[in-house]
């Protein structure tokens, strides 16, 4: 079974360019979640989404950065315009909708940004 | 708001060392879960543990172990006889609640293993 997949794996753009990031989570993972870690610092939760619909998106930083998850399947981060603060390494992870006990996050192997 | 903290940045040890990383977490919930993750050089987070606020047990598994104490909230990771390979960036997380809500990291510890 495929696991997670993040393209592209490395991405460098110049301040004030549109990057966007694309994650494809484990078929069937109604979960998916967006986390990223800058400048060394700890792992940010980003958003979560539950099959198409945005259940927390509280860790967004701010309106320049737009997720989407057309149809439940894949899931596409944009940043527009990039500043140099969002560069990072930016990781998606997905798990199943189980209704009880632990649902298991599984990560992907995260896009490097970084921004000039 | 949940919350956690490893205080050490950055622990160098030559090989065959045991070394043990902190950390401490904030929560309200009563039902939560605790994580390690090891993130190598080539970027990629590995899952290590997991642990449930019900289960106070410690865990060994071949040089790791695991130390869950709600007392001191704490959560603390040690590695016996460490290798070079285990040169890595561990996280530790928390989850709140029963197991859909995100993972909320500390700020990770770099664990150099010298030859």
């Known amino acids: 079974e495929a696991g997670v997949t993040q393209f592209p794996s490395h991405s460098v753009i110049e301040k004030g360019q549109t990057v966007t990031l694309r994650c494809d989570p484990i078929?069937?993972?109604?979960?998916l979640y967006w986390y990223r870690r800058v400048m060394g610092k700890e792992i940010k939760f980003l958003l979560h989404?539950?099959?198409?619909?945005?259940?927390?998106e509280s860790g967004m930083p701010n309106n320049r950065f737009l997720a989407e998850r057309t149809g439940g399947t894949y899931s596409t981060l944009k940043v527009q315009p990039a500043e140099l603060e969002d560069s990072g390494v930016y990781f998606c992870?997905?798990?199943?909708?189980?209704?009880?006990?632990?649902?298991?996050?599984?990560f992907g192997p995260g896009t490097r940004l970084t921004v000039l | 708001a949940q919350k956690v903290t490893q205080a050490q940045t950055e622990i160098s040890v030559v090989e065959k060392e045991d070394v043990t990383l902190d950390c401490v977490y904030e929560?309200?919930?009563?039902?939560?879960?605790l994580f390690w993750y090891k993130q190598p050089p080539s970027g990629e987070l590995v899952f290590l543990i997991r642990?449930?606020?019900?289960?106070?047990q410690n865990e060994i598994s071949g040089r790791y172990s695991w130390n869950f104490q709600k007392s001191t909230s704490s959560f603390n990771f040690t590695i016996t006889a460490s290798q070079v390979v285990d040169s890595a960036v561990y996280f530790c997380?928390?989850?709140?609640?029963?197991?859909?809500?995100?993972?909320?990291f500390g700020s990770g510890t770099r664990l150099q293993v010298q030859p």
């Open positions: 992870a997905s798990s199943q909708g189980l209704g009880v006990g632990y649902n298991e996050q599984f």
């Open positions: 078929s069937g993972h109604d979960n």
């Open positions: 989404f539950v099959k198409e619909s945005k259940q927390d």
């Open positions: 929560t309200r919930d009563t039902t939560y879960y």
């Open positions: 642990r449930n606020s019900f289960d106070e």
């Open positions: 997380a928390l989850s709140e609640g029963t197991g859909r809500r995100a993972l909320t």
